[in-house]
């Protein structure tokens, strides 16, 4: 009995040894495939790190170029966007003569240049307030047309001293009419050496025509003077 049980005792042992060894003998194999594994991602990802950053870095001067491009001809349009600035201001004082001609100017502004234009024997001032059509009445009594009034202006020998509207009265109907009434003072000498001092009342009817006010009716009367 003692014999058997060594016997079966040894066999036992040896077959738990095998298994043994035939256990630990697969753990060895498998750092080898994993290792082989790895060196095998790492040699596949290696090449597409190094292309990627080497393709952004040449696209980058591209884009540097395009904005200095663009700047150099917004300069060259500002530049020539500048320039009609400075012919405008020509065509500004060309219109300033306008004024004394009745354009862009009231019938109050008007009747106030007017009466200066007496003082000044400005007859060119009158002739861009008449109406081709113009009549009225003098402070004469008489029927008179445009021609009757330049002809006044022309034939006027008096020197003045003041020569102004005292009182100006505008009423509006529309946009296109206007009727002044007012009082004009002047004073100073005539042409035989006398001094004056006159006054008269007047009735102005004003029409817009052409983007400008002509005076197209008048009535003066004399009440000193």
């Known amino acids: 009995m003692k014999t058997i049980i060594s016997v079966l005792t040894s066999a036992l042992l040896t077959s738990l040894a095998l298994a043994q060894e035939e256990s630990a003998s697969p753990p060895e194999s498998t750092p080898s495939t994993t290792t ?14 190094t292309v990627a950053p080497a393709a952004e870095k040449k696209a980058e001067p591209a884009a540097t170029v395009t ?6 001809s917004q300069k060259k349009e500002a530049a020539t966007t500048a320039k009609p600035a ?13 004024t004394m001609t009745g354009k862009n100017i009231n019938p109050r502004e008007a009747e106030t240049a007017w009466e200066a234009a007496v003082s000044k024997h400005d007859r060119a001032t ?14 004469k009594n008489k029927f008179i047309g445009r021609s009757d009034v330049l002809n006044e202006f022309k034939s006027d020998k008096d020197t003045y001293k ?20 007012g009082r004009a003072r002047e ?21 817009m025509r052409s983007g400008k006010w002509q005076c197209i009716a008048s009535q003066v009367a004399k009440i000193k003077g």
């Open 67 to 72: 904005p200095a491009t663009s700047t150099g």
């Open 86 to 98: 400075t012919a405008a201001k020509p065509a500004t004082a060309a219109g300033a003569p306008a």
């Open 187 to 207: 004073t100073g000498t005539s042409k035989d050496g006398k001094a004056f001092d006159r006054t008269f009342l007047f009735t102005d009817t004003w029409m």
């Open 126 to 139: 009158v002739e861009g307030f008449l109406a081709a059509d113009f009549t009225g009445v003098s402070s």
């Open 36 to 49: 082989e594994e790895k060196a095998s991602a790492t040699v596949e990802t290696t090449p597409e790190a």
């Open 162 to 181: 003041t020569a102004k509207n005292e009182r100006l009265n505008v009423k509006m109907y529309g946009n296109n009419l206007a009727v002044v009434t």
